[in-house]
């Protein structure tokens, strides 16, 4: 395998997917910018790319040409169009790695040559931040060291996990859209401190600090979050009569609904 400094990069898509894993890459210092290409077929986008380094161009075939590994960046509907317009210039060398939710293994290797190198990828949006949590599942012509070097060069974007490919459109609901979710549950912490009479922005800083840290304590400090949840409550404290307005507002049903109907959103858009 060659090495991270050697590896050359393309991205065909240059939306937010995009952004954050290469960020997240060109963060870590292993991968030149000189060495990443991206691709669409409008500007608009271009402009925080170059501002990374990267080079940027309208040709999809000329990003399969630069690269050996090429994350395929759009939406699950231009997929079969993306693929129809470069197989051809795909070989064995290339490593093919698809972030369109609900695009299976099946697919992809059906529109790319016989026997192509195919993975999955799930990442989220906080990739930019090197926050991310990713998951990859693997085609079958993805072998060990493929893998090895795929986690190798996505971990200073995050958590990066493989699993089967029946997780993926789960973890798109756990963890792709999940970040959508947070974002809703803290605009509502701030809000209530609105209204109980904090100022806007300090209840919107005081509300994502309180995020951050209760995330950083479950992450790092091995307990279940029932258990730090027991552990922030006093009897007769404020912090039950909190939860007690939350479970009867039906926050933990809600919640478990919304990941569901992610995960079979994501279903869906594999079925077409």
């Not at 991968?31 to 500007?43: H, T």
């Not at 369109?100 to 990442?123: K, Q």
């Not at 090895?148 to 459109?169: A, F, M, N, Q, Y």
Request: glycine share 12%.
């Amino acid at each position: 395998m060659d090495e991270l400094s050697q590896l050359k990069i393309g991205f065909i898509g240059a939306g937010n997917m995009a952004f954050g894993i290469a960020r997240g890459i060109l963060k870590s210092g292993d991968v030149p910018s000189s060495n990443v290409i991206i691709s669409a077929p409008s500007r608009n986008n271009f402009p925080r790319f170059e501002d990374m380094g990267v080079a940027v161009t309208h040709s999809n075939k000329e990003v399969v040409d630069h690269s050996r590994l090429v994350f395929l960046a759009v939406k699950p509907h231009l997929i079969r169009t993306v693929l129809n317009g470069i197989s051809e210039h795909v070989t064995r060398q290339h490593i093919i790695i698809s972030v369109a939710a609900g695009i299976t293994l099946a697919t992809l290797e059906e529109l790319l040559p016989v026997g192509s190198c195919v993975m999955r990828l799930m990442p989220n949006l906080p990739c930019m931040l090197q926050e991310g949590a990713l998951l990859l599942a693997c085609g079958k012509g993805a072998g060990q060291d493929v893998e090895s070097l795929l986690k190798r060069l996505l971990s200073p974007c995050g958590l990066v996990e493989v699993g089967p490919e029946t997780w993926i459109d789960v973890h798109t609901g756990l963890s792709g859209s999940g970040v959508a979710f947070v974002y809703l549950f803290a605009e509502a912490l701030a809000e209530g401190a609105v209204k109980m009479g904090m100022p806007s922005e300090l209840a919107q800083r005081i509300a994502a600090q309180t995020i951050i840290g209760a995330g950083q304590l479950l992450r790092d400090g091995g307990k279940h979050p029932a258990q730090l949840r027991a552990e922030v409550c006093t009897p007769g404290g404020t912090t039950i009569y909190g939860l007690h307005a939350l479970e009867k507002g039906g926050l933990r049903a809600a919640t478990m609904g919304a990941v569901e109907a992610a995960t079979e959103r994501a279903r869906e858009l594999g079925c077409k």
